[in-house]
């Protein structure tokens, strides 16, 4: 037996994967001279990944790195545009999904942690189509990715996968992978920027405790934590009130902080900035303190989703003298050291984020002297210009929030409250544009008093 170290033993020991049985076995044939589609990494901009062949090429297995964590629930994208032509459960794969790029190839992606976009749906290369996981007996329980590019030879209709399948070497941003067992490529990084037709989800820079994809509303302004969960449509849920004794916190932000798919919660009690992370159906880890020195900057606290595309949440803050900083998310609750993004800020309301020229890059919304402003993100902490999107937000500032998708078309919403304590959506449309108000409903001044 060849001897590993490092990640290696780990994977080799997890990951025996010695072949995959896969519903339908076809013995491979040479693909026709059709062009393979243009693929690129399975994960979102900027992310580095670990790709082995072990014992299984051309196919592939996927872990994060550095060291493998982030792994399980990591946002898997399709790697080209197509078609969704298998989304389904075997005992052998778990949750997988195939998707038909057209010239007879198909990419599969096995071993998702739960059931993953619906079979015929039409994607872009970039659109988020489920989560890594372990599903599936040949896991071993191990989270990672199997991925596999097919050519279907016999005609019909999809790519068989797994051992004697009609698998074929992927090329991932110009560079072949998978030429023979054995065989590992270390930090290979994600190039799928752009192109996508899915935000980032709401969990990254808004709420989505539930786990179902549509944004949450959430606030502690009664001294409890309370959550209406999204239905879709710009419905949402009775009121779930979820724990007590949240008055002595600054009002919290939503996002995933720990990079496991789930809504957390972030707020500052006594200069320390606490994370709650989300378990699903609105239930939360305890509160993790995670450092001290927050206390002049809790009340323009804000989740801006992923700014500098690594494939984390970010936070933003301005401090007393009106410059915005920006802590770049590491995952796990951590944070790099503050980067200051420029001065100015004095007078702003709080910021908001989101992506609201749906370009897969965090955002950044607030409000001075009655007009609503956004400064798009450009990666690497950068934004541009402010764009003056209208006036007449000056008595909606207060409590104005990002839902992330609350009417399912793909877009970033956002919400505010007028004088008399009626909540209204502004639906997004992209291009920094938005809907007129759809008035939901009176009584939410005593959960954002003003």
Request: proline share 6%; with cysteine; net charge negative.
């Amino acid at each position: 037996m060849r001897r590993l170290s490092g990640t290696g033993r780990a994977l080799a020991g997890l990951i025996t994967m010695a072949t995959i049985i896969a519903g339908t076995v076809v013995a491979t044939s040479s693909p026709a001279a059709a062009a393979a589609p243009d693929l690129q990494l399975p994960f979102p901009c900027g992310q580095k990944w670990r790709l082995d062949t072990w014992g299984h090429a051309p196919a592939l297995d996927m872990v994060k790195e550095p060291d493998q964590h982030g792994t399980d629930g990591a946002t898997l994208v399709a790697a080209a545009a197509g078609t969704v032509n298998e989304s389904r459960w075997l005992d052998s794969s778990g949750w997988s999904v195939q998707i038909d790029h057209g010239g007879r190839y198909h990419t599969t992606y096995i071993h998702l942690k739960s059931k993953g976009i619906a079979a015929g749906t039409e994607v872009k290369r970039g659109t988020v189509i489920g989560k890594v996981g372990a599903s599936g007996s040949m896991s071993n329980n191990h989270p990672h990715l199997h991925f596999e590019l097919g050519y279907d030879a016999n005609g019909d209709g999809r790519a068989s996968w797994g051992d004697g399948g009609e698998k074929v070497r992927p090329t991932f941003n110009g560079v072949t992978y998978g030429q023979a067992n054995s065989r590992t490529w270390r930090n290979v990084e994600s190039h799928n920027c752009g192109g996508s037709d899915e935000p980032d989800p709401p969990s990254l820079f808004g709420a989505d405790f539930n786990g179902d994809g549509i944004g949450d509303i959430f606030a502690t302004g009664t001294g409890s934590l309370t959550i209406w969960n999204g239905k879709g449509g710009n419905n949402f849920t009775p009121p779930d009130v979820v724990g007590a004794n949240w008055n002595t916190y600054s009002r919290p932000i939503g996002g995933d902080l720990n990079g496991d798919g789930k809504g957390d919660l972030a707020a500052v009690r006594d200069g320390t900035l606490h994370i709650w992370n989300g378990k699903g159906d609105n239930k939360f880890t305890p509160a993790e303190a995670v450092g001290p020195g927050w206390d002049d900057l809790a009340a323009t606290l804000v989740s801006l989703g992923d700014v500098n595309r690594d494939g984390h949440a970010d936070l933003a803050a301005v401090d007393t003298e009106g410059v915005l900083h920006i802590w770049n998310g590491k995952g796990d609750n951590n944070f790099h050291p503050p980067v200051r993004v420029g001065s100015g800020w004095t007078g702003f309301s709080r910021p908001i984020g989101g992506d609201f020229n749906r370009d897969g890059i965090g955002d950044i919304a607030a409000v001075k002297d009655g007009t609503l402003s956004i400064w798009n993100g450009r990666g690497h902490n950068k934004f541009t210009p402010a764009e003056a999107v209208g006036p007449g937000w000056t008595d909606l500032a207060h409590a104005l929030m990002s839902l992330g998708d609350v009417n399912n078309d793909g877009q970033t919403d956002i919400a505010a409250i007028d004088p008399e304590g009626v909540l209204h959506v502004y639906n997004g449309r992209g291009g920094n544009n938005f809907d007129p108000p759809v008035r939901i409903g009176p009584n939410w001044n005593e959960h954002f008093p003003r």
